[in-house]
């Protein structure tokens, strides 16, 4: 099984803040990951680095058998998708959603004067239509509802056929029926073979499709855990992750998590 990431003792340093400490972290292709952690952990900031848009300030970063520092990032983003609010904030409002997907296979974010190949211009269609978007296409952006831009940025996110999906918080701000929607469309995604490796950030464990296979737990910039889910998703690591007694439980491979009462 090929790395996909293999990160070494990753600091990130702003002044005198450790954004991410010392993160060593493996991902191997097939694999599935939940990245857990109280706002501000540092997970965006981690993503980030996956995704070749930060450098780590000490450590190493391998990324599909490249190292960053080393590479020039301009030839590995093509293999990594990334669905975020930082990649939402860079396209214009009034870029159709077909536009949307289409400009990944250039790395743009808006459309200008390039031309673009029929076979592109199918791809991006298809990608729309799998993520059930294909009636919105001459749709604006600035005029999709939250949950119809997150299926867009998702179908943009793998317009490049990626060998790495990172999906950051793909569900915040969805309504209950689009949350499980997308749930269930994750869970294919995820059972899917010829998928990429997934990364998928998150602060809710209801959001955790099933199929997928390890979780990185973080708090404070400093893995608490990491392993496959069913051994690592435990009160404890719950508990150091968050500071508040977790109860957690399972159903059908759907997790939840509530406070546990004292009486
Ligand atoms: N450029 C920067 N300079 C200083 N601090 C920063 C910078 N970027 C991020 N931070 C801080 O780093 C910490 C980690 O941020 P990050 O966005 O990675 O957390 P997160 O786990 O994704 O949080 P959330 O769940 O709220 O999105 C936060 O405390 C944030 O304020």
Redesign the pocket.
């Known amino acids: 099984m090929s790395e996909v990431l293999t990160f070494n003792d990753v600091s990130v340093v702003?002044?005198r803040?450790d954004?991410l400490k010392d993160v060593s972290w493996e991902v191997k292709e097939g694999q599935r990951w939940i990245v857990l952690?109280?706002?501000?952990?540092?997970?965006?900031?981690?993503m980030n680095i996956a995704a070749t848009r930060l450098h780590p300030t000490r450590g190493t970063a391998g990324i599909l058998g490249e190292t960053m520092g080393k590479v020039d990032v301009f030839e590995l983003r093509p293999l990594i998708g990334l669905s975020s609010s930082l990649v939402a904030n860079a396209i214009p409002a009034n870029e159709t959603a077909l536009n949307v997907v289409l400009t990944a296979a250039y790395g743009m974010t808006g459309r200008w004067r390039e031309k673009y190949e029929k076979l592109d211009e199918r791809r991006a269609f298809s990608m729309l239509h799998q993520w059930g978007m294909s009636t919105f296409m001459n749709q604006p952006f600035g005029k999709l509802s939250e949950g119809e831009r997150k299926r867009v940025l998702i179908a943009r996110a793998l317009m490049t056929d990626p060998e790495l999906l990172i999906l950051d918080?793909p569900a915040a701000g969805l309504d209950l029926a689009g949350r499980e929607e997308l749930v269930a469309q994750l869970t294919e995604l995820a059972a899917n073979e010829e998928a990429p490796a997934l990364v998928l950030?998150t602060?809710h464990l209801e959001e955790i499709p099933p199929g997928f296979t390890h979780i990185l737990m973080?708090n404070a910039?400093e893995v608490v855990a990491a392993g496959e889910i069913a051994s690592t998703l435990t009160e404890e690591n719950l508990k150091a992750t968050y500071g508040m007694d977790l109860s957690v439980r399972e159903v059908d491979g759907r997790y939840s998590a509530v406070a546990r009462r004292v009486n």
């Open positions: 702003r002044g803040k954004l952690g109280p706002n501000g952990a540092g997970k965006s900031t981690l918080e950030v602060h973080l910039g």
